[in-house]
């Protein structure tokens, strides 16, 4: 049987579009029918975890059934009239929702690379959506649980693999619903113009930095051994890669989205125009840093500060930061590499914050101009991209694995 | 000016720094007025000074990001 990866080559767009032709001409005359849309669903998850990746999809089912099991039993709780709302149910229910996530996670760091048998593709972006509807449904803006809604929630399928990170109330919104016609076509002028753009990031951009480029720097790189200007060229060249990859995929699952009439929300704006590090996490994998700002940063911040952990706000801030970014980096994987890069982001978020709390004091006498807004802008990137050479893990091959 | 008013203003000023009543429809979050620690105390003083209870799952920031619309929400939650 034929095995795709997401968006991975041409076959797999032809099918696409043969097979949302009839919904897309459904949704222009006012119709969406769930039962079309769920067989098609089913055929392309089957293309990506069926074939010789079958056990990914047996891996992926088990997942499934035991989140929308823990979900409903915890909504449930919740739901009773008289629901005590206990903090530990609730502590619980999310540590188990995690659970399968850690010990994929895990497993590579602790049996020498293998991967665990219940990881499948796109498990930490399910892993995303089941904890932020537990958080909700916590405090009660979730108040009805729809076993069947949720699990078409988890399996959409153009954002399966690697997001954007959709929310459970925006997303019913527009799947229980059809967009008027007039709405409906700017949805698919967009959706054509973003899947077209994602042609030119995915398979021209990413191609020439990724395949043609980083392999000729990285070798120069690892002949020069230690620091060289080749890894300085690793650094940009890799960074554009990780750039048009992931802004390419986003815009395919943003666009195919959008001609299915779900507005699945931006991954990416214009990231390198940013003017601090604040200003980025604003504009890069923006559905990753709003799901930490929004449910992990706040509500620890919400923690702390009623709490009175801390008597000043600045240290309220700093340390909810460190640990937001710390936690991003555990998220990324079990290697050093992914951990400081989450570190490197905690504290570049804090020497931010200081930097616009001092700018704010003495407003009168810092230069503001166009020159200082290209520097500001010349030096986000520069940070980002070292920010990225740590992620890419090329410095372990570099200094610890690559020595002959 | 009646009393959520003149309360929930007197509360940006108090985060902000700034007097935020002459421009009611300045997007805080853009003007770099707040952010999400500002939105969490805001939360927080909203519970403490009116007594209202807005759980962080309810803060969507663009339903929240002027002191205008902070006013409406919080008239319409009271």
Redesign the interface.
């Known amino acids: 049987m034929m095995s795709f990866d997401p968006y991975g080559n041409p076959t797999y767009f032809i099918l696409l579009f043969v097979a949302l032709l009839p919904l897309m001409i459904g949704l222009l005359y006012g119709r969406r029918s769930h039962v079309y849309e769920t067989i098609i669903s089913f055929v392309f998850l089957l293309l990506t975890f069926g074939g010789v990746k079958w056990h990914t999809g047996i891996a992926l089912i088990c997942y499934l059934v035991y989140q929308i099991v823990l979900v409903g039993l915890y909504s449930k709780y919740r739901q009773r009239p008289d629901s005590p709302n206990k903090g530990w149910v609730f502590v619980v229910s999310v540590i188990l929702a995690i659970a399968p996530l850690a010990v994929v996670k895990i497993t590579p760091a602790v049996s020498h690379g293998a991967s665990s048998i219940i990881g499948f593709l796109g498990i930490s972006y399910l892993t995303f959506k089941v904890v932020q509807t537990i958080?909700?449904t916590r405090?009660?803006?979730i108040t009805e649980f729809h076993p069947v809604l949720f699990g078409q929630f988890l399996l959409f399928f153009p954002t399966i693999s690697s997001g954007p990170i959709d929310r459970y109330r925006r997303f019913v919104k527009d799947y229980e619903s059809v967009p008027t016609r007039e709405k409906y076509l700017a949805l698919v002028e967009k959706g054509v113009r973003y899947v077209f753009l994602g042609f030119l990031y995915k398979f021209i951009l990413a191609y020439i930095f990724g395949t043609r480029m980083l392999p000729v720097v990285e070798h120069a790189a690892l002949q020069a051994h230690g620091i060289s200007w080749a890894l300085l060229g690793v650094m940009y060249v890799y960074s554009m890669d990780l750039f048009f990859d992931f802004a390419g995929y986003s815009l395919f699952a943003v666009g195919i989205s959008y001609l299915m009439g779900v507005e699945t929300p931006m991954n990416f704006n214009q990231p390198f125009k940013s003017k601090n590090i604040?200003d980025f996490w604003n504009r890069w994998h923006m559905t990753l840093s709003f799901w930490f700002?929004?449910f992990i940063?706040?509500?620890l911040?919400?923690f702390v500060?009623?709490h009175k952990v801390f008597k000043s706000?600045i240290t309220?801030?700093n340390v909810?930061y460190v640990i937001n970014m710390l936690i991003m980096g555990f998220w990324h994987g079990e290697t050093w590499y992914y951990i400081v890069y989450g570190l490197f982001h905690g504290f570049a978020m804090v020497i931010n914050d200081a930097w616009?709390r001092y700018k704010?004091k003495h407003r009168a006498s810092i230069p503001s101009n166009k020159f200082t807004e290209y520097f500001a802008i010349f030096l986000t990137f520069n940070v980002v991209c070292f920010s990225f050479l740590i992620f890419s893990g090329f410095l372990d091959t570099l200094f610890f694995a690559g020595r002959p | 000016m009646d009393e959520t008013k003149s309360a929930v203003l007197a509360i940006l000023q108090d985060l902000t720094?700034e007097d935020v009543s002459a421009n009611m429809d300045a997007n805080l979050f853009d003007e770099?007025l707040l952010?999400?620690?500002g939105?969490?105390?805001l939360?927080?003083e909203l519970q403490n000074q009116l007594g209202i209870e807005v759980?962080?799952?309810?803060?969507e920031r663009s339903e929240w990001e002027t002191p205008a619309k902070i006013v409406a929400k919080v008239e319409s939650m009271q």
């Open positions: 958080m909700e405090d009660g803006v604040k700002r929004d940063y706040m509500r911040v919400f500060m009623k706000r309220t801030a909810c616009l704010k | 720094g770099g952010d999400s620690m939105s969490v105390q939360l927080l759980p962080v799952s309810e803060f």
